[in-house]
Nanobody, 122 residues
Framework: QVQLVESGGGLVQPGDSLRLSCVAS????????MGWFRQVPGKEREFVAA????????KYADAVQGRFTISGDNAKNTIYLQMNSLKPEDTAVYYC???????????????WGQGTQVTVSS
Protein backbone atom coordinates (compact mmCIF):
# COMPACT_ATOMS: atom_id res chain seq x y z
CA GLN A 1 0.00 0.00 0.00
CA VAL A 2 1.00 3.56 -0.70
CA GLN A 3 -0.49 6.43 1.23
CA LEU A 4 -0.64 9.86 -0.37
CA VAL A 5 -1.28 13.00 1.65
CA GLU A 6 -2.02 16.30 -0.02
CA SER A 7 -1.66 19.71 1.57
CA GLY A 8 -1.47 23.36 0.62
CA GLY A 9 -5.02 24.09 -0.42
CA GLY A 10 -6.93 27.13 0.71
CA LEU A 11 -8.95 30.19 -0.19
CA VAL A 12 -7.26 32.69 -2.49
CA GLN A 13 -8.23 35.53 -4.76
CA PRO A 14 -8.11 35.46 -8.56
CA GLY A 15 -4.57 36.00 -9.77
CA ASP A 16 -2.99 34.58 -6.61
CA SER A 17 -0.71 31.56 -6.36
CA LEU A 18 -0.74 28.37 -4.33
CA ARG A 19 1.59 25.41 -4.07
CA LEU A 20 0.13 22.01 -3.36
CA SER A 21 2.22 19.18 -1.96
CA CYS A 22 1.68 15.45 -2.04
CA VAL A 23 3.79 13.20 0.15
CA ALA A 24 3.98 9.50 -0.64
CA SER A 25 4.52 7.07 2.23
CA UNK A 26 6.77 5.02 -0.03
CA UNK A 27 7.54 4.48 -3.68
CA UNK A 28 7.03 1.23 -5.50
CA UNK A 29 9.03 -0.22 -8.35
CA UNK A 30 6.09 -0.07 -10.74
CA UNK A 31 4.34 3.17 -9.78
CA UNK A 32 6.75 5.60 -11.37
CA UNK A 33 4.23 8.27 -12.32
CA MET A 34 2.47 10.91 -10.24
CA GLY A 35 -0.52 12.92 -11.27
CA TRP A 36 -2.69 15.76 -10.06
CA PHE A 37 -6.43 15.75 -10.71
CA ARG A 38 -9.29 17.95 -9.61
CA GLN A 39 -12.98 17.51 -9.14
CA VAL A 40 -15.99 19.70 -8.49
CA PRO A 41 -19.32 18.35 -7.24
CA GLY A 42 -21.36 16.77 -10.00
CA LYS A 43 -18.49 16.58 -12.46
CA GLU A 44 -16.01 13.89 -13.42
CA ARG A 45 -12.52 13.95 -12.00
CA GLU A 46 -10.39 16.06 -14.33
CA PHE A 47 -6.75 15.65 -15.26
CA VAL A 48 -4.49 18.56 -14.31
CA ALA A 49 -0.88 17.45 -14.64
CA ALA A 50 1.33 14.38 -14.48
CA UNK A 51 4.97 13.54 -14.33
CA UNK A 52 7.37 10.73 -13.59
CA UNK A 53 9.64 10.61 -10.57
CA UNK A 54 12.56 10.97 -12.95
CA UNK A 55 11.05 14.13 -14.39
CA UNK A 56 11.53 12.84 -17.91
CA UNK A 57 7.87 13.22 -18.82
CA UNK A 58 5.45 15.98 -17.89
CA LYS A 59 1.94 16.55 -19.16
CA TYR A 60 -0.56 19.31 -18.55
CA ALA A 61 -4.20 19.88 -19.26
CA ASP A 62 -4.79 22.68 -21.74
CA ALA A 63 -6.69 24.62 -19.08
CA VAL A 64 -3.62 24.93 -16.86
CA GLN A 65 -0.77 24.91 -19.38
CA GLY A 66 1.51 27.87 -18.73
CA ARG A 67 0.03 28.58 -15.30
CA PHE A 68 0.67 25.38 -13.35
CA THR A 69 3.94 23.52 -12.87
CA ILE A 70 4.34 19.98 -11.57
CA SER A 71 7.63 18.99 -9.98
CA GLY A 72 9.02 16.43 -7.62
CA ASP A 73 11.54 15.94 -4.85
CA ASN A 74 12.69 12.35 -4.89
CA ALA A 75 14.49 12.64 -1.58
CA LYS A 76 11.26 13.67 0.12
CA ASN A 77 8.91 11.43 -1.89
CA THR A 78 6.97 14.59 -2.59
CA ILE A 79 5.27 15.98 -5.66
CA TYR A 80 4.33 19.62 -5.95
CA LEU A 81 1.85 21.54 -8.02
CA GLN A 82 2.71 25.21 -8.29
CA MET A 83 -0.41 27.09 -9.35
CA ASN A 84 -0.08 30.65 -10.58
CA SER A 85 -2.59 33.14 -11.97
CA LEU A 86 -5.42 31.24 -10.36
CA LYS A 87 -8.92 31.65 -11.74
CA PRO A 88 -12.33 31.00 -10.18
CA GLU A 89 -12.73 28.03 -12.52
CA ASP A 90 -9.72 26.42 -10.83
CA THR A 91 -11.86 25.94 -7.73
CA ALA A 92 -12.02 22.23 -6.94
CA VAL A 93 -10.79 19.49 -4.68
CA TYR A 94 -7.32 18.57 -5.87
CA TYR A 95 -6.12 14.98 -5.65
CA CYS A 96 -2.75 13.42 -6.24
CA UNK A 97 -2.33 9.88 -7.48
CA UNK A 98 0.40 7.45 -8.38
CA UNK A 99 0.54 4.76 -11.04
CA UNK A 100 2.75 3.11 -13.64
CA UNK A 101 2.17 5.61 -16.45
CA UNK A 102 1.61 9.41 -16.41
CA UNK A 103 -1.78 9.12 -18.10
CA UNK A 104 -3.82 12.27 -18.74
CA UNK A 105 -6.83 10.40 -17.35
CA UNK A 106 -7.72 9.08 -13.93
CA UNK A 107 -7.78 5.54 -15.27
CA UNK A 108 -4.69 3.51 -14.42
CA UNK A 109 -3.64 5.25 -11.23
CA UNK A 110 -3.39 2.82 -8.35
CA UNK A 111 -3.33 5.01 -5.28
CA TRP A 112 -5.06 8.26 -4.45
CA GLY A 113 -4.87 10.86 -1.75
CA GLN A 114 -7.85 12.28 0.14
CA GLY A 115 -7.74 15.61 -1.61
CA THR A 116 -7.23 19.25 -0.65
CA GLN A 117 -9.73 22.02 -1.34
CA VAL A 118 -8.71 24.97 -3.48
CA THR A 119 -11.13 27.88 -3.66
CA VAL A 120 -10.49 30.89 -5.88
CA SER A 121 -12.89 33.70 -5.14
CA SER A 122 -12.93 37.44 -4.72
Amino acid sequence: QVQLVESGGGLVQPGDSLRLSCVASRRTFSDVAMGWFRQVPGKEREFVAATTWSGSITKYADAVQGRFTISGDNAKNTIYLQMNSLKPEDTAVYYCATGPVPNPTWIGYNYWGQGTQVTVSS
